[in-house]
């Protein structure tokens, strides 16, 4: 049977800034509870950019399961008391080679937009290797094991699925450091590939592929 083609992309547009925050949460939110519901745990991707402001609405929502996420990055809830935190993995799209608590870091964007105020565990908030940033090879190697280690644990999947990728976009096209035209967009087995020549922002970054 051939393949069959993707689903047409459906676009929503908001008024206002306040209203795409506001409806943002809630999506994040109804598909966390699809995925607790089906497989006890809820696995979300994050990218770099402006995105982790936006995410800020979740902060106080009461019904955020914070032990249920798995996170290439995080989601907030305004009480914590009545929160889950065991089931939560957060894991970055792309990651910039520069220290965790760099301003140009994925990381630390977002520890400073949620991720400091909300009660996922550390050990499932999966970060690059600081140690490895010398190497750029080595230091997506390694981001690449945490992933093998953490689905294949779940899943026999040739590829790592997550129950939900948020990316944003820059005006050229890029996603996640993926620039339109770049020799990386031909890789075709690595799950976690590296550049060293982004033509704007960090020029060495990793990405998964």
Not at 23 to 49: H, M, P, W, Y
Request: hydrophobic share 40%; charged share 20%.
């Amino acid at each position: 049977m051939p393949p069959q083609p993707p689903a047409p992309p459906v676009f929503y547009s908001f008024k206002s800034n306040d209203i795409l925050v506001d409806s943002l949460a809630n999506f994040v939110v109804k598909a966390q509870r699809d995925a607790v519901e089906k497989r006890g745990k809820f696995t979300i991707g994050l990218s770099r950019g402006t995105l982790a402001a936006n995410l800020r609405g979740l902060v106080g929502q009461e019904n955020v399961q914070w032990d249920k996420w798995y996170v290439l990055l995080p989601a907030l809830v305004r009480s914590l008391q009545s929160a889950n935190h065991h089931h939560r993995e957060v894991f970055f799209c792309d990651e910039a080679a520069v220290p965790l608590d760099s301003e140009d870091s994925n990381y630390h964007s977002n520890y400073l937009s949620f991720l400091s105020t909300v009660p996922i565990p550390p050990e499932q908030i999966h970060t690059i290797n600081p140690d490895l940033l010398g190497d750029l090879e080595e230091l997506a190697d390694e981001y690449e094991k945490q992933l093998v280690s953490h689905f294949a644990a779940s899943n026999a999947a040739r590829y790592p699925t997550f129950d939900l990728m948020l990316l944003g976009m820059g005006t050229d096209g890029e996603t996640a450091s993926l620039f339109p035209g770049h020799e990386i967009l031909d890789e075709r087995d690595a799950w976690v590939s590296f550049i060293e020549d982004a033509p704007r922002g960090p020029p060495k970054r990793i990405t998964m592929t």
